[in-house]
Structures are given as C-alpha cells and as structure tokens.
Nanobody, 123 residues
Framework: QVRLVESGGGLVQAGGSLRLSCTAD????????MGWFRQAPGKEREFVASISGAGGATRYAVTVKGRFTISRDNAKNTVYLQMKSLKPEDTAVYLCAARKGPTSVDATRYDYWGQGTQVTVSS
C-alpha cells in the first residue's frame, strides 16, 4: 500500500502559476513511476504528466506541454507539478498516482491514488 497526499492547489488568475506537490509514505519511492491526472466536473479523468522512478523520463499531455513541468525528489518522497500560464480550462481536481514499472498515460494502469487537490483558474 502506498499513501499519496497532494497539496498546493488553490485559486489563481489566468496567466498565473501554481506548484502542486504529492508526497508518498515510506515505501521505496524511486520504485514507482508517478503520474498527474485531472478531472473537471462532468468530464472524464485525463492524463496530465508522468515521470519515471529515477526521474529521467517524462511525458506530457499535448494540452499542457510547454506550460507544465513534472519533477520529483526521491529523497523527499515527493513529486511536483509546476504549472505556468494557467488557463481557465485547466480548472479541475488534480490527482497524483503511482505505479510500479514504466510511466503510462492510462489511468487504469496506476495502482495508488491520492485524494486530489482543487485548482481553479479564473478568467
């Protein structure tokens, strides 16, 4: 069992920035690929970004590439999502997820999920 806790969400104006954090419990964090997903009201959960266990491989959704950056600090058991140039359409609950093995854009391949943190971007 891996427990994940997100933080850093909030209300921001369009064009602003936020940094989300997701901290895992004491398992060997580097064994897990991590992903960020988001879900807006009435919409399906969608992939945002992922990072490999060692941090050398990252993937991004087309909608966020160039604006969002995923990173991790394995010494702190934490993965980050730096979000810049935020748009109202980025408004959603952001969730982090963990899986053993390679990264994936498929939410069904992740084994552990956090509760999520709300990001609201006003126009």
């Amino acid at each position: 069992q891996v427990r994940l806790v997100e933080s850093g969400g909030g209300l921001v104006q369009a064009g602003g920035s936020l940094r989300l954090s997701c901290t895992a419990d004491g398992r060997t964090f580097s064994n897990y690929a991590m992903g960020w997903f988001r879900q807006a009201p009435g919409k399906e959960r969608e992939f945002v970004a992922s990072i490999s266990g060692a941090g050398g491989a990252t993937r991004y959704a087309v909608t966020v590439k160039g604006r969002f950056t995923i990173s991790r600090d394995n010494a702190k058991n934490t993965v980050y999502l730096q979000m810049k140039s935020l748009k109202p359409e980025d408004t959603a609950v952001y969730l982090c997820a963990a899986r053993k093995g390679p990264t994936s854009v498929d939410a069904t391949r992740y084994d552990y999920w956090g509760q999520g943190t709300q990001v609201t971007v006003s126009s």
